[in-house]
């Protein structure tokens, strides 16, 4: 049984290890997990991450030797189990069971489900193991905190925090309703029916919104069929999609608003992607049609985020008369936006 129980500690350890570094690759993407769905803010999330990395890979590696087997690291990876099972219950309740837990980082998607199962079998293995093995008689204290130097100092040294530059929230729209009343009270009377007549289309039309400075300010060298241009996202109509360029989701998005530019006059789409230069190409390929865009790194890129991208932004001036996230975003919605405002 003893023969078992360290075999399962073995397969447990090597889970660990694996289960942290695979979140590595990019860390980013679950410092944004914490952000999005622990609730951490983005200054706590690249400690945090790397908190968690280290103690997943240190269990891991303390399964796979005899030091404080019984004593301490089976009790502290059933804790860790458990704990991480508790929110993956809390998380299904409150956002359902699509998407990828994080367990397994990017390589090795996994739902919300098959986490919690998976779990609870290994909590139960460990279990097993932890009745059938004897306290240890010799502890070896120093390999542990040598263990944990050598851990933590790799994933400080080698993977880098990132500092996110979070944006400040945008004031709400400001329509300059009086601007055109202004004009004709300023004139002679025997020229005010005349421009009346002209300006009543106006009124008509919409208010005028006050130029502000949106969250997308900073934004503004794209890249163009015709080179790098200087964009002004806070002057006049525009459409901002946040992407990530390896994003099925997003590419969906993509093709629809490269089928709404083609039939409806709307205004010209700006995008902001996360990935490589290399993969534009064939992203706009699977779209068909190119908007200019800009390739943010991580750490300007998901702050623009409220939860898994896309992100599609109207601005007027400055102003978001429409913001749709993830699955909220529809063609309908924006052309309902565009025609109201």
Not at 68 to 92: D, E, H, N, Y
Not at 122 to 135: E, G, H, K, P, W
Not at 150 to 159: E, H, K, M
Not at 239 to 257: G, M, P, R, W, Y
Request: aromatic share 12%.
């Amino acid at each position: 049984m003893k023969k078992t129980a360290y075999a399962i500690c073995i397969v447990s350890g090597i889970i660990f290890i694996f289960a942290g570094i695979v979140k590595l690759f990019p860390i980013s993407l679950f410092e944004f997990q914490l952000v999005t769905q622990l609730g951490a803010n983005y200054s706590i999330a690249p400690y945090l991450s790397r908190l968690l990395i280290g103690s997943e890979i240190l269990l891991g590696i303390g399964l796979l030797q005899k030091y404080w087997v019984k004593r301490v690291v089976i009790p502290a990876s059933v804790l860790m189990l458990v704990v991480f099972s508790i929110f993956l219950v809390i998380t299904t309740i409150r956002s359902g069971n699509s998407g990828n837990c994080g367990c397994f980082g990017q390589i090795l998607p996994m739902s919300n489900t098959a986490a919690l199962i998976k779990n609870i079998i290994i909590v139960a293995l460990l279990t097993f193991s932890y009745l059938r093995l004897d306290f240890d008689k010799e502890e070896k204290l120093l390999y542990s905190v040598f263990a944990a130097f050598i851990v933590y100092g790799i994933l400080f040294i080698a993977f880098p925090m990132n500092q996110y530059v979070v944006p400040v929230a945008a004031p709400a729209p400001v329509v300059l309703k009086d601007t055109v009343r202004i004009v004709i009270d300023s004139v002679k009377p025997a020229e005010k029916n005349l421009i009346k007549t002209v300006i009543k289309d106006t009124l008509r039309a919409e208010p005028v919104l006050k130029k502000t400075s949106s969250v997308y300010t900073s934004f503004n060298t794209f890249i163009t069929t015709d080179g790098n241009k200087t964009i002004d996202l806070n002057d006049g109509k525009k459409v901002v999609a946040i992407l990530s360029l390896d994003c099925d989701h997003c590419q969906e998005t993509s093709i629809k608003l490269a089928d709404l530019l083609r039939k409806h006059k709307i205004p010209k789409v700006y995008a902001l992607f996360w990935g490589d230069e290399s993969q534009v190409k064939p992203f706009f390929e699977k779209t068909g049609l190119e908007f200019p865009y800009m390739i943010l790194p991580a750490e300007k890129f998901f702050p623009l985020l409220e939860k898994s991208p896309p992100r599609i932004a109207y601005l007027n001036n400055g102003n978001v008369l429409g913001d749709w996230s993830g699955e909220g975003f529809s063609v309908e919605k924006l052309l309902e936006s565009l025609s109201s405002k």
